[in-house]
């Protein structure tokens, strides 16, 4: 009985997440608009996770140059660094790693913020004033994560690529110029289009999944912490299992062999 | 008239109402009482349509808002306004905003026409000066009456709905909203302004209502006005009520 009840209990949450993920996009073509609010959320979100994607690609480029070197400079091929370094950053590694960032700060964000306007009745007085809470609340960052996350990706491969640069050059003693020129080799059609169109998909289920666990939160302070918990793992998980098959997809769709 | 017939309502399979039936005049001051989680605010969520009943009726002006979408609930909702405890205030708003809320939303108001109304609120509730402050800026007192301001901001509410508003206030605060809350509900019936306040403190019930509902868990335990509070025979709600006996 118990374990029907939770059944139930998880499909009909499962309906209401999909209906909300539905909804949100919906809400960007009927009135009334919520401009100010999307751009409120795109600061928040944009500039607002700058700096940490900028410190957390930074050393995941050194890192991955560091540890890329060593390996091929014990076959002889060091000089092609930049060369998997760029492929790794630009198609697999700063999509998911900007993600994961940004699941972490902004996803909680959106979750504890959404959670305290439940808890502290700010939604109900929403719904009360006839106001659509998911177009009001969930369109805006939605519409902002999907906008910023491609952005923040692209700002974070750059930044990745100056640390593999600064490892390659003055650690690994490689020349500078052959670096770039391997990274420019890099910068395919459908390189790009593997990385670039990963983030898109990446902000809007950190935003779904942030917003629909904020808006169920339940039980005081303890379910505000258990609502922000969730939306990160839960995002994470998703952003890492997409990427896997997003990757599959475009493999087949761009026509790349394994 | 708002009716509750055989509402029953159950969180986590926690019966939080019990077969709870009662009828209101818009036009009256009704007290919900009762001690913590036995669902005083609940009944004002489904007076609302914030919440759905697991099994009854809710019949505002004839209407059964169980069986309307939320996109129905709309002109049902106009009747009322709520001020919930603590405010609920817009933390990233002004005060300006916050009352302005539902005037932005909803009229066709110029800015300055807003900015007029608003401050006309102000004024009336003795905050003016407030207007450029933010919610967490403001003492426990302005945000209830920041809150009062924008319930009656949006429409003319013929009830207005007050949960535990002097929770949580000093003495001279509480007693500043009681005659607020007294002031809003002025005039005679069926003309004025009716009012269901939510609380566990009695004695500020008493400053505003006339009629008193008793709740214990989940079900209506009294149901009468002052003299019969102060009569009545029931052990618990004699705990309730001795702060009023004492004051007698």
């Known amino acids: 009985m118990g374990f029907a009840m939770n059944m139930k209990d998880n499909l009909a949450r499962l309906q209401d997440f999909y209906l909300l993920s539905l909804k949100a996009p919906l809400g960007l073509f009927r009135r009334p608009f919520y401009g100010r609010e999307i751009v409120e959320q795109m600061d928040y ?5 700058l700096f940490i994607v900028l410190l957390v690609s930074l050393f995941i480029g050194m890192a991955l140059s560091l540890q890329i070197s060593a390996e091929l400079a014990a076959m002889g091929l060091k000089m092609y660094t930049g060369k998997i370094v760029g492929m790794a950053i630009v198609r697999e590694i700063g999509p998911v790693s900007v ?21 502290g009745h700010q939604v109900d007085i929403l719904r009360v004033h006839g106001v659509n809470p998911v177009k009001k609340l969930v369109t805006p960052r939605v519409t902002a994560a999907v906008l910023m996350l491609p952005v923040l990706t692209v700002i974070g491969d750059g930044v990745s690529l100056l640390g593999g640069y600064y490892i390659s050059v003055f650690a690994s003693h490689q020349s500078g110029p052959f670096y770039w020129s391997q990274i420019r080799d890099v910068m395919s059609f459908k390189n790009l289009f593997s990385g670039l169109s990963k983030p898109f998909i990446f902000g809007y289920i950190i935003a779904c999944v942030s917003c629909y666990t904020g808006l169920s939160a339940r039980g005081g302070a303890r379910g505000l912490r258990r609502s922000t918990t969730t939306a990160v793992v839960v995002s994470m998980i998703l952003v890492i299992i997409t990427d896997f098959l997003l990757t599959r997809v475009l493999m087949y769709v761009l026509g790349m062999r394994i | 008239m708002i009716e509750f017939r055989n509402v029953s309502l159950a969180y986590n399979s926690k019966a939080v109402l019990d077969n709870v039936s009662f009828s209101a005049r818009f036009y009256e001051r009704v007290a919900v009482l009762g001690g913590s989680g036995q669902g005083k605010t609940t009944i004002l969520r489904l007076m609302l349509g914030l919440a759905r009943p697991d099994s009854g009726s809710i019949i505002i002006d004839g209407q059964d808002i169980t069986e309307l979408e939320e996109s129905q609930l709309r002109e049902s909702r106009m009747k009322f306004s709520i001020v919930f405890q603590e405010g609920a ?3 990233s708003m002004s005060v300006r905003e916050n009352v ?7 009229s066709r108001l110029t800015e300055k026409e807003i ?12 905050i003016e000066e407030a207007i450029d402050l933010m919610p967490e800026e403001l003492s426990g007192g302005m945000q209830r009456r920041v809150a009062i301001a924008r319930s009656l901001a949006g429409c003319s509410p013929r009830m207005v709905l007050y949960d535990e508003a002097t929770t949580g206030l000093d003495p001279l605060t509480a007693e500043s909203i009681c005659r607020l809350i007294r002031e809003l509900s002025e005039g005679e019936p069926p003309d004025r302004t009716g009012l269901i306040i939510v609380t566990h403190k009695v004695s500020d019930a008493a ?18 006005d002052m003299q019969h509070l102060m009569r009545a025979e029931d052990r618990e709600l004699r705990i309730f009520t001795e702060e009023l006996h004492r004051m007698e």
């Not at chain 1, 979100?45 to 996770?49: F, N, Q, T």
């Not at chain 2, 302005?100 to 939303?105: D, I, P, T």
């Not at chain 2, 400053?207 to 009468?224: N, Q, S, T």
């Open chain 1, 45 to 49: 979100m944009g500039p607002g996770s």
């Open chain 1, 99 to 119: 993600a994961l960032v940004f699941a972490g700060r902004a996803g909680s964000g959106m979750a504890s913020e959404l959670g305290s306007m439940v808890l």
């Open chain 2, 89 to 91: 205030l817009f933390d």
């Open chain 2, 100 to 106: 302005a809320f539902s005037l932005r939303e909803y």
């Open chain 2, 115 to 126: 900015e007029s109304k608003v401050r006309e609120l102000l004024r009336r509730l003795g």
């Open chain 2, 207 to 224: 400053k505003v209502a006339e009629r008193f509902i008793y709740l214990r868990r989940g079900a209506i335990a009294f149901d009468g």
